[in-house]
T-cell receptor
């Protein structure tokens, strides 16, 4: 199993550009989520999904869109990048929303918006 | 008040020392608690779950105090390889989402 994979590892954007961060998992997990991590702020939940076709907003959803057309994939779209979106983005998955299963993280995407 | 609070550190300790971290949480309805470890520029990884009765995994001991709403992590006989950021995680109430603390940085010195 590859676990949770993310691409790209690094990205530099100009203000106003759009892009998609890719996330995939091969563990057949229902629950997937996106976090951003900023110094002194901890990991903050952007969006999450409890299964294919179902998504919901987390703590900091503004400026981001998600979709979940398959169990495996959960891409994060930045609609119009802003410098405030400079951050490290982690995708994560676990078996289901309920329960206490381990949550696995991808290796992260380091995004800089100029 | 933050939902999960940790002392950011850094904790600088010599090899072989015992070090303890505390974490407080605000939601008394929280049901599950974890410690994650995050190495520099890497993703967080589960270190251990925290059970009401306390639990131990080798040199690591985790404890939960529901009355005072805090969890703790004790590391005995610190190794250089223990240097990392330790994230306190609380599973919040009805939503069952993971709430992360900002992390405590541990640096073990030779």
């Amino acid at each position: 199993n590859a676990g949770v994979t993310q691409t790209p590892k690094f990205q530099v954007l100009k203000t106003g550009q759009s892009m998609t961060l890719q996330c995939a998992q091969d563990m057949n997990h229902e629950y997937m989520s996106w976090y951003r991590q900023d110094p002194g702020m901890g990991l903050r939940l952007i969006h999450y999904s409890v299964g294919a076709g179902i998504t919901d907003q987390g703590e900091v959803p503004n400026g981001y869109n998600v979709s979940r057309s398959t169990t495996e994939d959960f891409p994060l779209r930045l609609l119009s990048a802003a410098p405030s979106q400079t951050s490290v983005y982690f995708c994560a998955s676990r078996r289901a929303l309920m329960g206490t299963d381990t949550q696995y993280f991808g290796p992260g995407t380091r995004l800089t918006v100029l | 008040r933050k939902e999960v609070e940790q002392d950011p550190g850094p904790f600088n300790v010599p090899e072989g020392a015992t070090v303890a971290f505390n974490c407080t949480y605000s939601n008394s309805a929280s049901q599950s608690f974890f410690w994650y470890r995050q190495d520099c520029r890497k993703e967080p990884k589960l270190l251990m779950s925290v059970y009401s009765s306390g639990n131990e995994d080798g040199r690591f001991t985790a404890q939960l105090n529901r009355a005072s709403q805090y969890i703790s992590l004790l590391i005995r006989d610190s190794k250089l390889s223990d240097s990392a950021t330790y994230l306190c995680v609380v599973v919040g109430g009805a939503t069952n989402k993971l709430i992360f603390g900002t992390g405590t940085l541990l640096a073990v010195q030779p």
